[in-house]
T-cell receptor, first 114, second 110 residues
């Protein structure tokens, strides 16, 4: 059982380049989330999805887009990367109505924009 | 006021010490509360859920005070392996959005 898998694990981008981060979960979870983690800032929610075909903005959505075409996949896109998007990105998933249930995280994607 | 605020830390304690972390949340409609642990350069993992009646798991005790919108985590008899960042997590409102505190770094010294 793989749980939550993020690809890629590391990436270096040049300013202005685009890329897509993939998050895949095999637990049939309804909810999926994308966070970024920066030193001193904790985990900040970028976008999240409460089910297939639906997405919503989190705390820091600017510069990112997401899609949830399939229940098991949640894609995070950077259309034109900026150095301020250098961060560690974590994807997570949790069951519907995750009251007192666990959210599972991927291992993270370390992105550097130069 | 931030949605979830934690003690800024860092905490440096000797082995065997008792250490307590505190967290406050701003949304009175918050429904679920957790403590997660994050090791250096790793993903967060659930440590324990927090229930209104308080709950204990071995050396770890979590408390929730809904009236004061306050959550705590107590670690007794600290071990070297407890060294990590501890994250307070709140699920608030009707959208089941997980909101994290900034985390508190704990270092347990021999």
């Amino acid at each position: 059982n793989a749980g939550v898998t993020q690809t890629p694990k590391f990436r270096v981008l040049k300013t202005g380049q685009s890329m897509t981060l993939l998050c895949a979960q095999d637990m049939n979870h309804e909810y999926m989330y994308w966070y970024r983690q920066d030193p001193g800032m904790g985990l900040r929610l970028i976008h999240y999805s409460v089910g297939e075909g639906t997405t919503a903005k989190g705390e820091v959505p600017d510069g990112y887009n997401v899609s949830r075409l399939k229940k098991q996949n949640f894609l995070l896109g950077l259309e034109s990367a900026a150095p301020s998007q250098t961060s560690v990105y974590f994807c997570a998933s949790s069951p519907l109505k995750a009251r007192n249930t666990e959210a599972f995280f991927g291992q993270g994607t370390r992105l550097t924009v130069v | 006021r931030k949605e979830v605020e934690q003690d800024p830390g860092p905490f440096n304690v000797p082995e065997g010490a008792t250490v307590a972390f505190n967290c406050t949340y701003s949304n009175s409609a918050s429904q679920s509360f957790f403590w997660y642990r994050q090791d250096c350069r790793k993903e967060p993992k659930l440590l324990m859920s927090v229930y209104s009646s308080g709950n204990e798991d071995g050396r770890f005790t979590a408390q929730l005070n809904r009236a004061s919108q306050y959550i705590s985590l107590l670690i007794r008899d600290s071990k070297l392996s407890d060294s990590a960042t501890y994250l307070c997590v709140v699920i608030g409102g009707s959208n089941y959005k997980l909101t994290f505190g900034k985390g508190t770094l704990l270092t347990v010294n021999p």
